[in-house]
């Protein structure tokens, strides 16, 4: 009995274990984001943030603003690793842009294919902790600039 007690209490004592407990290791991003396009202005209202945000962090799904098009891209997170101040993002595989060109249905225009964040790979997206308010993307060329976190009302 004394042998289990002791393996529970480290077990309880591992970093993992408390992660695992608290939620998905991305928690931290959830919510609106403004910039990355462009560099944000100091000290941005929440109205005007919350308006029209950049991006926005769920707990299955990372939407980003595209300049061109009134709607968000959506992809699907499949996994999601945080280590070391960096959060990196894995999504379902990008549309065929083949196929999707071959099945419109109803005639409405299918996503757009390429619509990761200008990464090395369309599938992933690696997210940098700078604060608790800013965070950046290393080596996307869609998103020079930091992000921050929209504030509360």
């Known amino acids: ?3 289990a007690v002791t393996c529970l209490l480290l077990a ?3 970093p993992g274990v408390a992660r695992a407990q608290s939620g998905v290791p991305h928690a931290w991003l959830f919510g ?9 202005a100091p000290g941005v209202a929440a109205q005007a943030c919350l308006g029209q945000p950049t991006v926005i ?8 603003a595209q300049l061109t098009l009134p ?3 959506q ?4 996994t999601a690793r945080t280590q070391g101040g960096q959060t990196d993002l894995q999504f379902t595989p990008a549309i065929d842009e083949t196929a999707a060109l071959n099945n419109g249905l109803l005639g409405i225009d299918p996503p757009d294919p390429q619509a990761g964040f200008g990464c090395e790979d369309t599938d992933v997206l690696h997210v940098r902790r700078i604060s608790e308010t800013e965070i950046a993307f ?11 976190r929209c504030p509360d009302r």
């Open 1 to 3: 009995m004394r042998r």
């Open 12 to 14: 309880c004592a591992l």
């Open 32 to 40: 609106a984001w403004v910039g990355g396009l462009f560099p944000v």
């Open 57 to 64: 962090f769920t707990r299955d799904v990372v939407l980003r």
């Open 71 to 73: 709607t968000y891209a």
């Open 75 to 78: 992809r699907v997170i499949v």
């Open 138 to 148: 290393p080596g996307c060329k869609d998103f020079p600039e930091k992000l921050i």
